[in-house]
T-cell receptor
Framework: GAVVSQHPSWVICKSGTSVKIECRSL??????MFWYRQFPKQSLMLMAT?????????EQGVEKDKFLINHASLTLSTLTVTSAHPEDSSFYIC??????????????FGPGTRLTVL | GQQLNQSPQSMFIQEGEDVSMNCTSS?????WLWYKQEPGEGPVLLIA?????ELTSNGRLTAQFGITRKDSFLNISASIPSDVGIYFC??????????FGTGTSLTVIP
């Protein structure tokens, strides 16, 4: 089946530093990838939609200068949390859209990255 | 963004019991997806539905795409402890936007 990897799985950093999270589709090409943030016991909150070769589309209220997204290839999207602060601590999950033609449109998720900012 | 109404919010059941949960939307979708998420992990796709009225099974799981295209149901038969987790529904039309349900937290008591 379709596999999406995410790296790192857990990162702890000091306040003010930047953290990069990678999302890779391992066995398929994904023109569209999504970045979510999830708080404990809550549903997924879409942060941005990343399209290969173009600028990401950010959801309302998400700072694009704070959360830099780059979708440089059909298998890799990165999220960089710049000048991280404790309130940025969260579980970040990426996903990749797999479109098999016709009406078979599915989204596969990575395992998530736990970010803790001290 | 739009969130789908998912119910129940949480369930506590005895091992061996069957489970039913549903998801409703104010707008129609071409695709319904069901995911399971365990603590500290990303959601895992369980079942994908692409046609109104479609009934699809994956082991003990069965999901249905509602005829109105505004709802979907997930059933789990003969629950076991490893079924514990949060179940999310999701709907999409274009594949560029996926709308998620609020989640159903399932606890299975041995």
């Amino acid at each position: 089946g379709a596999v999406v990897s995410q790296h790192p799985s857990w990162v702890i950093c000091k306040s003010g530093t930047s953290v990069k999270i990678e999302c890779r589709s391992l066995d398929f090409q994904a023109t569209t990838m999504f970045w979510y943030r999830q708080f404990p016991k809550q549903s997924l909150m879409l942060m941005a939609t990343s399209n290969e070769g173009s600028k990401a589309t950010y959801e309302q209220g998400v700072e694009k200068d704070k959360f830099l997204i780059n979708h440089a290839s059909l298998t890799l999207s990165t999220l960089t949390v710049t000048s991280a602060h404790p309130e940025d601590s969260s579980f970040y999950i990426c996903s990749a859209r797999l479109f098999s033609g016709g009406r078979t449109d599915t989204q596969y998720f990575g395992p998530g990255t736990r970010l803790t900012v001290l | 963004g739009q969130q789908l109404n998912q119910s129940p919010q949480s369930m506590f059941i005895q091992e061996g019991e069957d489970v039913s949960m549903n998801c409703t939307s104010s707008s129609i979708f071409n695709t319904w997806l069901w995911y399971k998420q365990e603590p500290g992990e990303g959601p895992v796709l369980l079942i994908a539905l692409y046609k109104a009225g479609e009934l699809t099974s994956n082991g003990r799981l069965t999901a249905q795409f509602g005829i109105t295209r505004k709802d979907s149901f997930l059933n789990i038969s003969a629950s076991i402890p490893s079924d514990v987790g949060i179940y999310f529904c999701a709907g999409t039309n274009t594949g560029n936007q996926f709308y998620f349900g609020t989640g159903t937290s399932l606890t299975v008591i041995p």
